[in-house]
């Protein structure tokens, strides 16, 4: 599968892993010159992209891991494998979101207040959620690079939706750098390189695994990347999404991600 890989392929996922975790950029430029945010779309926004990431993550993702498996080991260890990478994806980010400390976790919204909060603890603030985010879409980084590696369309659909999550992570970078500093620029480069994280996760994660590249560890990585996207949406961008508007536009955007998801896979269907 991946011996004749051409120098467009690997070209293509890069790119679209580049775009999806400078999407932060984007997310520090709607903070640093949007009087109002607007959290009904970033509830909504939240929203579709965890049922984005949850339905491709089940429907297709797992699948096309436990069939590259099964190909090669059976059905029974197979599948055993394809649950084991699974669940092993779920601990590898739930092991990197334990290591980071609570007050500087990006999983966590802050509110902050320019007049009352003391500007040092802000800058220090907005440093370490640039770090935190930088951690936390490294794998994000290989789990894209992975799916469009794969299939080119179902790269663009998880890379726009990775995007969308990153926009209030760039937000939540930007704004208590902008508030400490008094510096836009200054804020959208940290937002902007706490994006970088993702391309470079791909880089490293395709010159390690390169040469082991083959069915068997195609399938365990792509059974770990849903793991990791499953645990993101349930741990992040549900919560964030509930954070910043009503319950319903949550639900709403959840859905709407899903029937995107689908009717995107379907559509494709060769």
């Given at each position: 599968?991946f011996?004749d890989l051409?120098?467009s392929?690997i070209?293509?996922?890069?790119?679209?892993?580049?775009?999806?975790?400078?999407?932060?950029?984007?997310g520090?430029?709607?903070?640093l010159?949007?009087k109002?945010?607007?959290r009904?779309?970033?509830a909504?926004?939240l929203?579709?992209?965890a049922?984005v990431?949850i339905?491709?993550s089940?429907?297709?993702?797992?699948?096309?891991a436990?069939?590259s498996?099964v190909?090669?080991?059976g059905?029974?260890?197979?599948?055993w494998?394809a649950?084991?990478a699974?669940f092993?994806?779920?601990?590898?980010?739930?092991?990197?979101?334990k290591l980071i400390p609570e007050?500087?976790?990006?999983h966590?919204?802050?509110h902050?207040?320019?007049?009352g909060?003391?500007?040092?603890?802000?800058?220090?603030?907005?440093i370490f959620?640039?770090?935190?985010?930088?951690?936390?879409n490294?794998?994000?980084?290989?789990?894209?690079?992975?799916?469009?590696?794969?299939?080119?369309?179902?790269?663009?659909t998880?890379?726009?939706?990775?995007a969308?999550?990153?926009?209030?992570?760039?937000?939540?970078?930007?704004?208590?750098?902008?508030y400490?500093?008094g510096?836009?620029?200054k804020?959208?480069?940290?937002?902007f390189?706490?994006g970088?994280?993702?391309?470079?996760?791909?880089f490293?994660g395709?010159?390690l695994?390169?040469?082991?590249f083959?069915?068997?560890?195609f399938?365990?990585?792509?059974?770990?990347?849903a793991?990791?996207?499953?645990?993101?949406?349930?741990?992040?961008?549900?919560?964030?999404?509930e954070?910043?508007?009503?319950?319903?536009y949550c639900?709403?955007g959840?859905?709407?991600?899903?029937?995107?998801?689908?009717?995107?896979?379907l559509?494709?269907?060769?």
């Amino acid at each position: 599968m991946f011996d004749d890989l051409t120098l467009s392929q690997i070209l293509i996922a890069f790119g679209l892993t580049a775009f999806a975790g400078l999407a932060t950029g984007i997310g520090s430029l709607i903070a640093l010159f949007s009087k109002d945010l607007n959290r009904k779309f970033l509830a909504i926004a939240l929203g579709f992209s965890a049922g984005v990431m949850i339905y491709v993550s089940f429907v297709e993702i797992l699948v096309k891991a436990q069939s590259s498996l099964v190909n090669v080991l059976g059905y029974k260890s197979g599948s055993w494998l394809a649950v084991g990478a699974f669940f092993g994806g779920v601990a590898l980010i739930a092991v990197i979101d334990k290591l980071i400390p609570e007050a500087d976790n990006p999983h966590e919204i802050h509110h902050f207040d320019q007049n009352g909060a003391k500007i040092a603890s802000l800058h220090r603030t907005g440093i370490f959620v640039a770090m935190a985010i930088a951690i936390h879409n490294f794998p994000e980084g290989l789990a894209t690079f992975m799916s469009a590696l794969s299939d080119a369309n179902l790269g663009i659909t998880i890379a726009v939706a990775v995007a969308l999550h990153n926009i209030p992570e760039g937000i939540a970078v930007a704004v208590p750098i902008y508030y400490a500093t008094g510096d836009k620029k200054k804020a959208f480069v940290y937002s902007f390189l706490s994006g970088l994280a993702e391309p470079v996760g791909a880089f490293v994660g395709f010159v390690l695994l390169r040469p082991f590249f083959n069915e068997i560890t195609f399938g365990i990585l792509f059974a770990a990347v849903a793991g990791i996207m499953v645990f993101i949406s349930i741990d992040e961008l549900v919560p964030s999404a509930e954070e910043y508007g009503e319950h319903h536009y949550c639900i709403y955007g959840f859905i709407a991600g899903m029937a995107f998801m689908a009717v995107s896979l379907l559509l494709f269907i060769k």
